[in-house]
């Protein structure tokens, strides 16, 4: 398994989101979501998933934490649940039909859930699996490890366990009702300091 097995999309949604990503998140949280979508890709590819809508899977992940900005962040809402706001709007200046839209809404959203049933939301699964695995280290050993320091080689991993623990931190203090707190709650900040991909860094960090 290698990142050229992984075709970027090259569309109208696919381009703003990655003009969006370079614009607004800092280049750990920008290295992040470029991981999330590889590691959903390989997440699919190991587990012989089939029908997965890789241009919605892509564009979510590159989104799933642009609410994380300070450009874009809810004074109410949780940093998913403006994310997938966000995601609808710029899918719509793209193109997207309105079911579509709403289904980068559900995926982004759904990245915070404790698990998603495949057989419900196979991009929703494949993101929240995604995200496990980065931040917590979840399911690390069933991705080869050649691919794993070969993406962290390519997209390092930084001072991502410091900004995002901060940052999610900082909305579980402003919004108590949201997953931020749940995240918290649930140890992410040691979960982010013991991630075994802390340890497994490429040669480019």
Request: hydrophobic fraction near 40%; proline fraction near 6%; charge should be negative.
């Amino acid at each position: 398994m290698r990142i050229s097995d992984f075709a970027v999309p090259d569309t109208p949604a696919a381009r703003a989101a990655r003009e969006l990503v370079n614009e607004h998140h800092s280049p750990s949280l920008r290295n992040h979501v470029l991981r999330s979508w590889l590691w959903a890709e390989a997440f699919a590819a190991v587990e012989g998933r089939t029908g997965v809508d890789h241009e919605l899977l892509y564009t979510a992940a590159l989104l799933h934490d642009i609410a994380l900005a300070p450009a874009f962040d809810n004074h109410t809402l949780g940093y998913e649940e403006a994310g997938g706001y966000i995601g609808e709007a710029m899918t719509a200046g793209a193109g997207w039909p309105a079911q579509r839209r709403r289904r980068i809404n559900e995926v982004i959203v759904r990245h915070n859930w404790p698990q998603v049933d495949p057989a419900f939301d196979l991009e929703g699964y494949l993101l929240e699996t995604a995200t496990g695995l980065d931040i917590s280290g979840r399911r690390d050993a069933e991705i080869p490890l050649d691919f794993r320091l070969e993406v962290l080689a390519a997209h390092p991993r930084l001072s991502l366990a410091t900004e995002f623990g901060t940052s999610v931190g900082e909305q579980s203090d402003r919004k108590p009702h949201s997953h931020a707190r749940r995240l918290i709650d649930g140890g992410l900040i040691d979960k982010l300091a013991s991630n075994p991909l802390e340890e497994q860094r490429g040669p480019a960090n």
